[in-house]
């Protein structure tokens, strides 16, 4: 069974940081475009970031752009999102997500998902 499990949520300050990192199981995603989305409450899932399967191109959500970072260590079948700078507005379930067709925002593309890692951010 294909999972990812997303690590690295907590409760943080605003300004401060925090690293996710998304390790997929039961196959390897290395050919496969990767994202982050979250959730806040009462809201849709949103995009945050994504990278493409070589690492080369990445793109980003207008409000997370310059302080939120996301990268992949293909060799680790790992995928980060570094966070800084963090603002009250970014608490959410931030999840990971795996696009086997290639380079989209929207979140029905993804043929795979995370559970979720939950995010607070104190003011």
């Known amino acids: 069974q294909v999972q990812l499990v997303e690590s690295g949520g907590g409760l943080v300050q605003a300004g401060g940081s925090l690293r996710l990192s998304c390790a997929p199981s039961?196959?390897?995603?290395?050919?496969?475009?990767m994202g982050w989305f979250r959730q806040a409450p009462g809201k849709e899932r949103e995009f945050v970031a994504r990278?493409?399967?070589?690492?080369?191109?990445?793109d980003y959500a207008d409000s997370v752009k310059g302080r939120f970072t996301i990268s992949r260590d293909n060799a680790k079948n790992t995928v980060y999102l570094q966070m800084n700078s963090l603002k009250p507005e970014d608490t959410a379930v931030y999840y990971c997500?795996?696009?086997?067709?290639?380079?989209?925002?929207?979140?029905?593309?993804?043929?795979?998902w995370g559970q979720g890692t939950q995010v607070r951010v104190s003011s």
């Open positions: 997500a795996a696009d086997r067709g290639g380079w989209s925002t929207r979140r029905s593309d993804y043929d795979y």
């Open positions: 039961g196959r390897t995603f290395s050919s496969y475009a």
């Open positions: 990278i493409s399967s070589s690492g080369g191109y990445t």
